[in-house]
């Protein structure tokens, strides 16, 4: 797929302009400049060229600047196109001369340069100017308002036909890849984890809360599949967050755990657990999702402790949450790296064992078994609930739905009973299950 780079100093209209061109909001959109640091990724609409969003670039030394325009400058570098976008408002700008230098120095791709925000003439500054850039003639669009959009497919598609890709050839396939969210409170270790994962510092590390802000979508392979890995901002308490950017952020990382198959809730091991990751853990489970929580910094932990304090995490899980038999809880170091791999191959498992659809006369046989051990209680009607029989009916959740006769009243722990019986039998201890009854029909009515 052709690799097309958005590229220019902050606040041009960079991340508006890749939510339009790839008819999403993946990008994080705000009047604030320096909002996006990490790279977003997408694919341009009925196109096959994959589209990515940089950090405006910035002549920073260190810090977060510094290491977002470094991660900016390595995307020109290996892009098939780059498309430059500057402030068709506010006019040339001495920053825009250098950084055209530099995009000219790091690439041989061709180079659109846009002028975005030129939806009003009225507000327009002298576009020849931008002829010192060395791209040519500035096109004049508006990110905001899908226009000027044609020119920039004529480019594409030019650049494309010259390197034999077909851009009609955009059926898309089906997508097999294990979609996963990897979600914490601030400074927990996440982007490193991703990093560790990819083999790349392709996200932003440093000892501070609050670096990540987009949810940042990564294509890869690891440990024989391919995976999408969904990097987050870190959650904070409602309470703490008092920046509409934080805000943004964590909606957005909160969405990523409908779009997921599995979350990595990763947790600092050597502090105790928050109120807060026991909120993300809940609304994991209630979304149906696989869980899995990553207890990073595990090097860190005097080993003389180690068991109590993973036995203890253990019983606060399973006595927190209904949905889940148990909860598959393990031990890494991001920054070493020990334990990654085997955190890999037991999701893998669990999702595996997730997409699975089990016999309908399985499942009965399991249920039967299970009602033979523990009649059903009586209603308050003093009526015996007759089990009829059972199916599964979903996935992510696990659900099952059970015919039953009589008693209509089924207390709650006697559904637990059969969770906890059904998840043992099948191996889905680690997997959210829904138990939900239907009322047989009277054939007398």
């Known amino acids: 797929m052709m690799k097309v780079i958005i590229a220019g100093r902050p606040n041009t209209g960079k991340s508006t302009l890749f939510n339009a061109l790839t008819g999403s909001r993946d990008a994080l959109v705000h009047d604030r400049p320096g909002v996006t640091r990490d790279m977003v990724s997408g694919q341009i609409k009925n196109r096959p060229y994959e589209l990515f969003d940089t950090a405006g670039l910035e002549n920073a030394k260190t810090g977060i600047a510094a290491d977002s325009t470094n991660i900016a400058i390595n995307a020109i570098a290996s892009a ?13 700008n001495a ?16 180079i659109l340069l846009l002028a975005n925000k030129t939806e009003s003439n009225k507000k327009i500054a ?3 100017e931008f002829l010192k850039l060395g791209c040519g003639a500035a096109v004049k669009v508006s990110a905001e308002h899908k226009r000027g959009f044609d020119e920039i497919f004529e480019f594409l598609d030019k650049i494309a036909l010259e390197k034999n890709i077909d851009i009609n050839a955009i059926e898309p396939e089906p997508d097999t890849r294990i979609k996963i969210a990897v979600l914490g409170q601030p400074n927990v270790g996440k982007s490193t984890f991703v990093n560790r994962v990819l083999g790349e510092n392709r996200q932003i590390v440093m000892d501070a809360p609050g670096i990540t802000r987009d949810t ?13 890995l969904m990097d987050t901002a870190g959650l904070r308490r409602k309470s703490g967050v008092t920046d509409d ?14 779009r997921a198959d599995i979350v990595i809730l990763v947790i600092d091991a050597t502090k105790n657990i928050e109120n807060q990751a026991m909120s993300i853990a809940a609304r994991v489970y209630d979304a149906g999702k696989i869980l899995c929580v990553a207890l990073n910094k595990w090097d860190l932990i005097e080993p003389e402790i180690r068991d109590e304090k993973l036995l203890k995490l253990k019983h606060q899980f399973t006595n927190s949450f209904h949905q889940i038999i148990k909860p598959m809880i393990l031990a890494i170091s991001a920054e070493k790296g020990t334990g990654v791999q085997n955190m890999f191959k037991r999701i893998y498992e669990q999702y595996d064992i997730s997409m699975a659809n089990v016999p309908t006369s399985l499942l ?6 299970l009602v033979a051990e523990r009649q059903p209680p009586m209603s308050r009607l003093k009526r015996a609930m007759r089990i009829k029989f059972a199916r599964q009916t979903g996935r992510h959740p696990m659900r099952i739905l059970i015919n039953v006769g009589g008693a209509s009243d089924i207390p709650e722990s006697y559904t637990r009973y059969l ?12 997997l959210p299950i829904v138990i939900e009854y239907e009322k047989a029909e009277n054939p007398f009515d």
């Open 364 to 369: 009965n046989r399991i249920v039967e078994k």
């Open 216 to 228: 940042v979508k990564i294509p890869t392979r690891f440990y024989g599949r391919d995976i999408l």
């Open 95 to 110: 920053m825009d001369i250098e950084w055209a230098k530099l995009i000219h120095r790091k690439t041989k791709a061709p």
């Open 80 to 92: 098939d196109a780059v498309l430059f976008v500057v402030d068709g408002r506010a006019g040339l």
């Open 419 to 430: 969770r906890r019986g059904i998840a043992t039998a099948l191996h889905w201890e680690h």
């Open 245 to 258: 950017v934080e805000t943004l952020s964590a909606l957005k990382a909160l969405d990523s755990i409908d």
């Open 126 to 128: 002298d576009l020849h």
